[in-house]
């Protein structure tokens, strides 16, 4: 593909949907979170078949509160919210703007990801809550750590791409790339929604 | 490409094409030889198997090593041969039959290869390093957590990464039947093949990830001292057999589907008519897949999962026998009134009717689940599922060979040989599963070591070992014959069956582009329809022009590599944490190149219009 193909003068409406490839990675990745909704469910039902096999160690009751979490929650809806921004203006062909907004998407993730890993340690120094403790602190740190591992995934995922592109701007080889990585992180945002209701929220009553 | 230039290669740079490969022609090749490697490997276990089982009270091999065998076998053959060889069909097929010029995703259709491999080379590493998984193929917790030593680590990890490559090929087959079709190639217009494909990929993406989960919990109860699966920390290993079923009974209908593409290929052409109800073998199929995900706990009859839960899955497992009913009557009218051409894709085609259709028997008695009771865990259910692995899903791909053979290699296999190896293969596939349904039913249970004396069970089992020997007698004259034809057979043209569709309106060999123009697609067996109106090639839908092709690229093969290396870090620092190197590095090494082909633009190359008909764009 030529150079002036993929940098075209008037950028297309859906430029992550113009090229042949922007179409493969724009369905092939909606497929993928398909088969990634599979493995929370499966971890969900795992965890909500183990929730209560505490083994005598510490329930979700006595270790749950919801203050830390709730602000989680807020800060991984908002980056959730500033990447659609970075989208929208990413169709308006606002490099800048985009980049700005993906930064701010970064900063907020890291904010959640800083959160939870203090989350972890306060259980595991505080209340010895761990992975081996009992079934259910296996299921506990299994579900919320492969959230919080997409997490880390997706931040440096966006990362490499913004600094990747950073001086060359917008074309319709990266644009298809900028998309998915967000769609990727909505789908994070879905599932933590998920984990906030099913294990802190069910957790706590 | 003429062969001359192929001779003059190296061997060096002929390895380095295939190790570099994105060409789907190319990794369908791949499969098929890792593929039929492992099938050999699986083979050698099974006899070991029968040679054991030949009388009562034998001593062949050793019980725990007998446990081996048997797991490696299963394993074996569903992940690293059944599989695999199905791949390296819709590999060789699917992007000609849609008239694609190459597959939606070059580069992750190469990695899901080379994963593959990488998960079966560190599955079977473990007879070399202290013994194989002896858990059985299902792998049930707890007997599979607290197996000694490190066999079911390695069952873990192969599967996994192997598990991982099956779900990217799975993504892009879905992606290239979506988008990469011809001009004119609705859906209804597809070819059944291209049809199982595309379900099976479907399949594929929704039950795979639950085998990744079970695996994981596995590994970390195995490896990192978790309590999934474990009672005395509060922990229910039944969670491993619904994960594993939820994955599983999918499974064999991504096993089977295809092999009913096959035929509904093979059939139509050589009786010389249209597949008869191409629309209800479409909606069977798509119903197939959907009621796949319904009837998992037909497995868990007799775990104890109550009355009401039994019934409901023995309903629906009952439901599915009607959509394969359906396909049945519709290769049977196929068959009706046509001009048959009886040759070895079409014996085993003709052959796999009534022996799917005794599998499809004893599934429904099997679905009874009261009945289930008295069955599960014999002989019975060995008989079974080979009725319809075997009788199915390997009729089918010793077809699909012979039929696609001359577009994947230029040349038709030996139809002596064939036929020998069919007749060989059928009568001892008889010989040995039939007599297994009554070794069930008067008790044999199954995975045994040996059985005592005078039980009645004796010569049954002599039977069956008898007829294992002459279905590996047909698999060496398979391969025998896969060696004389490349030798000696003669090259055809692209068109020797009198075929149906498009990818039989190629020349032969495949050019590197499969299509120097983009056919324009008029109805179903798009390539007939042409015929019929007296055409020799199918109407291009685009004028000759530059095409655009992907670049090869040896990160697939290093990110396996990575993980190889990483798997074994996992499985040995359990002993000693200085293996967490080996994960470091592993790891390293496959982030490391996912992040250069994230970083790196790939934007491949084109081949120009005035080099099309020089060679073959190479
Ligand atoms: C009409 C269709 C079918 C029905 C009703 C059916 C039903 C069943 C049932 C109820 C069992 C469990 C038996 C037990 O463990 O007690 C079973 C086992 C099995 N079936 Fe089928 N089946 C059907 C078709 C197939 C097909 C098409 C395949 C593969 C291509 C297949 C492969 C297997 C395998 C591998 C097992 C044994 C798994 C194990 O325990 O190792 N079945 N089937
Ligand atoms: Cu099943």
């Known amino acids: 593909m030529s150079n002036d193909t993929l940098n075209p003068k008037v950028m297309p409406e859906e430029p992550e949907k113009a090229t042949l490839e922007g179409k493969n990675k724009f369905l092939g990745f909606w497929f993928f979170l398909g088969g990634e909704t599979v493995l929370f469910a499966s971890l969900f039902g795992t965890f909500l078949a183990l929730r209560n096999s505490t083994n005598g160690g510490p329930s979700s009751q006595e270790l749950f509160g919801l203050d830390l979490v709730f602000i989680m929650t807020m800060l991984l809806l908002t980056s959730s919210l500033t990447s659609v921004v970075a989208i929208y203006q990413m169709k308006k062909n606002n490099f800048a703007k985009m980049q700005a907004w993906l930064a701010i998407t970064v900063i907020l993730g890291f904010g959640f990801l800083s959160l939870e890993i203090y989350e972890f340690y306060e259980y595991i120094t505080l209340e010895d809550f761990t992975f081996r403790s009992s079934a259910f602190g296996s299921a506990f740190y299994t579900l919320v750590g492969f959230h919080g591992g997409h997490v880390l995934f997706g931040l440096l995922w966006i990362l490499t791409l913004m600094i990747r592109n950073a001086k060359r701007g917008l074309n319709l080889y990266n644009a298809p790339k900028f998309y998915v990585a967000s769609l990727y992180w909505h789908f994070i945002d879905v599932v933590w929604v998920f984990i906030f209701t099913v294990v802190y929220l069910m957790g706590v009553i | ?618």
Not at chain 2, 488 to 512: F, M, Q, S, Y
């Open chain 2, 1 to 618: 490409m003429s062969t001359t230039i192929a001779q003059n290669r190296s061997f060096g740079a002929a390895l380095w094409d295939y190790l570099t490969t994105v060409d789907h022609k190319k990794i369908g090749i791949l499969y098929l030889v890792s593929g039929g490697f492992f099938f050999l490997l699986g083979g050698l276990e099974a006899m070991a198997i029968r040679i054991q089982l030949i009388k009562p009270a034998n001593d062949f091999v050793s019980a725990g090593f007998y446990n081996q065998i048997l797991t490696m076998h299963g394993t074996t053959m569903i992940f690293l041969a059944a599989m695999p060889l199905i791949f390296a069909l819709m590999n060789a097929v699917v992007p000609l039959q849609i008239g694609a010029r190459d597959v939606a995703f070059p580069f992750l259709n190469a990695l899901g290869f080379w994963l593959f491999l990488a998960g079966g080379l560190i599955l079977n590493a473990s007879w070399f390093l202290g013994g194989a998984p002896d858990a059985g193929w299902t792998a049930y917790a707890p007997l599979s957590t607290t197996s000694p030593g490190h066999g079911v680590d390695f069952y873990v990890l192969g599967l996994q990464i192997s598990g991982a490559g099956t779900l990217i090929a799975g993504i892009n087959f879905l992606v290239t039947i979506v988008n990469m079709r011809a001009p004119g190639m609705t859906y209804m217009r597809m070819p059944l093949f291209t049809w199982t494909t595309f379900v099976v990929s479907a399949l594929i993406l929704f039950a795979f990830p639950a085998l990744t989960v079970g695996l994981f919990l596995l590994m970390f109860d195995r490896l990192f001292g978790s309590g999934f699966f474990d009672a005395s920390m509060g922990g229910n290993s039944v969670i491993w057999e619904h994960l594993f079923w939820i994955f599983g009974h999918p499974e064999v209908y991504i096993l089977i589907l295809p092999a009913f593409g096959v035929f509904s290929e093979i059939l139509p052409v050589f009786s010389k008519k249209r597949l008869f109800g191409y629309t209800a073998m479409v909606f069977a199929t798509v119903l197939i897949g959907f009621l796949g995900f319904m009837v998992w706990a037909h497995h868990m009859f007799t775990v104890g999962l109550g009355p009401a839960a039994n019934s409901i899955f023995a309903v629906a497992t009952m439901a599915i026998a009607v959509p394969t009913g359906i396909k049945i009557f519709n290769w049977l009218f196929t068959l009706w009134g046509g001009n048959i051409t009886i040759n070895t894709a079409m014996l085993y085609s003709l052959s796999f009717i009534p022996t799917f259709t005794i599998g499809g028997m004893t599934g429904v008695m099997l679905a009874a689940a009261a009945a289930d009771y008295q069955f599960h865990d014999t002989y019975f259910v060995v008989a079974h599922f080979h009725y319809v692995i075997v009788g199915g899903v390997v009729f089918g791909i010793f077809a699909g060979l012979h039929y696609w053979w001359p577009r994947m290699f230029g040349k038709i296999l030996d139809e002596k040989l064939g036929k020998l190896t069919f007749w060989t293969f059928f009568i001892g596939f008889h010989l040995t599963f039939f007599i297994q349904h009554f070794l069930g039913l008067m008790g044999m249970p199954r995975r045994y070591w040996t059985f005592l004396p005078d039980q009645g069970l004796d010569t049954g089992n002599l039977i069956s070992t008898i007829g294992a020997f002459l279905m590996a007698f047909g698999t060496i004259v398979f391969v025998i014959n896969v060696i004389v034809t490349s030798v000696k057979g003669e090259k055809v043209g692209g068109d020797p069956w009198d075929g149906r569709t498009l990818e039989w309106a190629i020349a032969n060999p495949t050019p590197h582009y499969n299509f120097k123009q983009t056919p324009l697609v008029r109805g179903l067996d798009a390539f007939w329809i042409e015929k019929m109106d007296g055409r020799k090639e199918m109407t291009p839908a685009e004028p000759v022009d530059d095409i655009h092709m992907p670049n090869s690229s040896i990160l697939p093969f290093i990110m396996a590599l990575g993980l190889f290396i990483a798997g074994f870090g996992f499985i040995y620092q359990v002993d000693n944490s200085a293996w967490l190197a080996a994960v470091f590095i592993g790891m390293g090494i496959l982030l490391g190149c996912m992040f250069i082909r994230s970083v790196k633009d790939d934007h491949g190359y084109h081949i120009h219009k005035e080099d099309l008909d020089k060679g073959a764009g190479l």
